[in-house]
Every structure is written in C-alpha cells, then in structure tokens.
C-alpha cells in the first residue's frame, strides 16, 4: 500500500516514470500476498500512465492485468472497473484498432446495464460520442450523444449531472 502510494506522490509530481516503477513494484508485492483488489489499482495505474506515454502495447498488458485482477477479486461492479475498460479504450483508439476500442465500450454500456448505473452509462455514451465524433461519424456520435444526456436525465442521484450534459 505504501508503495502504491508513493507512485502516486511521484505522479503527482509529474515524475510519471517513476511512478510507474512504484505502482509496479506495489503490484508485485499486492501478487505475492494475494492483495487482488490492489493488484487491480495498481495494473490499472501502470496501464494508464503507459497509455499516457504512448507505450501502448505495454499498456494493453497492464491494463488487461488489472480487468483480470478486478475479476478475480469481485469488484467488477466498481466504477474502477469501468475505468480500466475506458482507459484501454482510449489505448485501442490510440493505436487506430477501432474495433477494439468499441468492443470496450460495449463491455462497458452492458456492465454499467447489469448494475442499472444511469450515471456511468450516461458518461460511457457521452465518451463513445466523443470517440465517434473525431472518426467523423456524426449520425451515430449524435445518437449516442442524446442517449448519454436521456441517462443524465435519468440519474437521479446526480442532478449536477443534467448540467454538465447539456455543456
């Protein structure tokens, strides 16, 4: 844990490939002593700072590590799962395997489907129009768009959520 905490001190100080070596080093430690929950976050972190540094192939391996550690441990209703599927979404598009970045995101929509999440569903298709827009595909980007904000309208449990939708 400290050393995962660490990493995060390093990235915060935008020292980001030291903070990968923590986050490694804490998943190393969380394998040995069966900590998956944060095996998870810590894959997740690699993953992500990768994606960030353009080592996307390393990221992948990472980032499906931690999909594979939230699984083993049962937390795949948290909303760090769903971030982990984001991340190697984004990953995927960066590499240009779009297929595979909306393969993501429909792992995503039924996931946050299961748990009856208006709120991350409203975020996912908020993300896939983005990701749609920049392919240029405008029909489908603005359909997803308005099914994001339908969700928004939906999440009660957030209402900042309507204003941000509608921005």
């Given at each position: 844990?400290?050393?995962?905490?660490?990493?995060?001190?390093?990235?915060?100080?935008?020292?980001?490939?030291?903070?990968?070596?923590?986050?490694?080093?804490?998943?190393?430690?969380?394998?040995?002593?069966?900590?998956?929950?944060?095996?998870?976050?810590?894959?997740?972190?690699?993953?992500?700072?990768?994606?960030?540094?353009?080592?996307?192939?390393?990221?992948?391996?990472?980032?499906?590590?931690?999909?594979?550690?939230?699984?083993?441990?049962?937390?795949?209703?948290?909303?760090?799962?769903?971030?982990?599927?984001?991340?190697?979404?984004?990953?995927?598009?960066?590499?240009?395997?779009?297929?595979?970045?909306?393969?993501?995101?429909?792992?995503?929509?039924?996931?946050?489907?299961?748990?009856?999440?208006?709120?991350?569903?409203?975020?996912?298709?908020?993300?896939?129009?983005?990701?749609?827009?920049?392919?240029?595909?405008r029909e489908s980007a603005f359909e997803h768009a308005e099914t994001g904000l339908k969700d928004y309208m939906r999440d009660t449990a957030n209402l900042q959520s309507v204003a941000s939708a509608n921005e």
């Amino acid at each position: 844990i400290f050393s995962n905490h660490i990493g995060v001190v390093k990235f915060y100080l935008a020292q980001k490939r030291e903070s990968i070596k923590w986050f490694i080093k804490a998943n190393d430690i969380a394998k040995e002593r069966d900590m998956t929950k944060l095996e998870a976050f810590c894959s997740n972190n690699v993953g992500a700072l990768y994606t960030e540094l353009k080592v996307y192939d390393s990221a992948e391996v990472y980032l499906h590590a931690a999909l594979d550690a939230f699984d083993r441990s049962g937390n795949t209703n948290s909303q760090a799962y769903l971030v982990s599927y984001r991340i190697l979404a984004t990953n995927y598009e960066s590499m240009g395997e779009i297929e595979k970045s909306s393969d993501m995101y429909s792992k995503m929509v039924n996931i946050a489907e299961a748990n009856k999440d208006t709120g991350a569903l409203a975020n996912i298709y908020s993300m896939l129009a983005m990701q749609e827009a920049r392919l240029g595909l405008r029909e489908s980007a603005f359909e997803h768009a308005e099914t994001g904000l339908k969700d928004y309208m939906r999440d009660t449990a957030n209402l900042q959520s309507v204003a941000s939708a509608n921005e």
